[in-house]
């Protein structure tokens, strides 16, 4: 598909600013969005592009993002937060829990809610890029909310891929491992990696992004619970 207006949730740094620059430098009009106004502002300044501050978790703001962006065939639903409790759920405080399904999964949902009418009405081909994680495919037994978050984004998006059957509008699931970014500065892929192949999977109209590395992993757990087999640790192949 031809990208000619995009909008990018979480696009203070990391994934999002990657998909932003990328996006740009292909000659779309790209609207950043992000709940930290600094980053931002300073994002908006080195890209060039427009900017308005949104918090994904507040349906109101999202509806004032999509009015702001009219024309958008490419909504990147990126914004996403770990938590400060990354242990076992029963340990994860009830507010860290809230706030993290309020932003990966209620920021997934405002933004479909604000954004797949209008592209619906508009009649033109758009696309709805979704970042969950790998954390949505495969389950480790630490990582507090922000698994159980990242899962129920996996659902969503097919749910959405789903329904959009048939119409103009596709979504892509977008679901990385580790990328280096502020959340883990030290390891992980580049980000400007992680946004090519997401728009790349956008192009060529597929559902998933997933790391080769990984992909074995996916499939022994739903071989798993297919069969009825205890959880394994995954890994690698």
Request: with cysteine; net charge negative; aromatic share 4%.
């Amino acid at each position: 598909m031809n990208i000619t207006h995009a909008v990018v949730t979480g696009a203070g740094g990391g994934i999002g600013k990657a998909l932003a620059a990328a996006l740009l430098a292909e000659g779309a009009h790209v609207v950043l969005a992000d709940i930290d106004a600094a980053g931002l502002a300073a994002t908006s300044a080195e890209l060039g592009a427009d900017a308005v501050p949104t918090d994904v978790a507040d349906p109101a703001a999202m509806e004032a993002l999509a009015a702001a962006a009219p024309g958008a065939d490419l909504v990147c639903l990126n914004a996403g937060i770990v938590g400060g409790d990354v242990g076992v759920p029963w340990e994860v405080a009830d507010d860290d829990w809230d706030r993290v399904f309020a932003v990966n999964v209620g920021g997934v949902r405002n933004g479909l809610r604000a954004f797949v009418p209008r592209m619906l009405a508009s009649g033109r081909p758009g696309h709805i890029l979704i970042t969950a994680s790998l954390a949505g495919l495969v389950t480790f037994p630490g990582g507090g909310a922000y698994p159980a978050s990242k899962h129920a984004v996996v659902a969503l998006a097919e749910q959405a891929a789903l329904a959009l059957d048939g119409t103009p509008v596709g979504v892509t699931l977008l679901c990385p491992g580790a990328v280096r970014t502020a959340m883990m500065p030290h390891q992980g892929e580049e980000p400007a990696a992680v946004a090519d192949a997401a728009l790349a999977a956008v192009r060529e109209g597929r559902f998933t992004v997933t790391p080769a590395e990984w992909r074995a992993a996916v499939t022994r757990r739903a071989e798993r619970l297919v069969s009825g087999a205890h959880p394994g640790m995954p890994s690698p192949s």
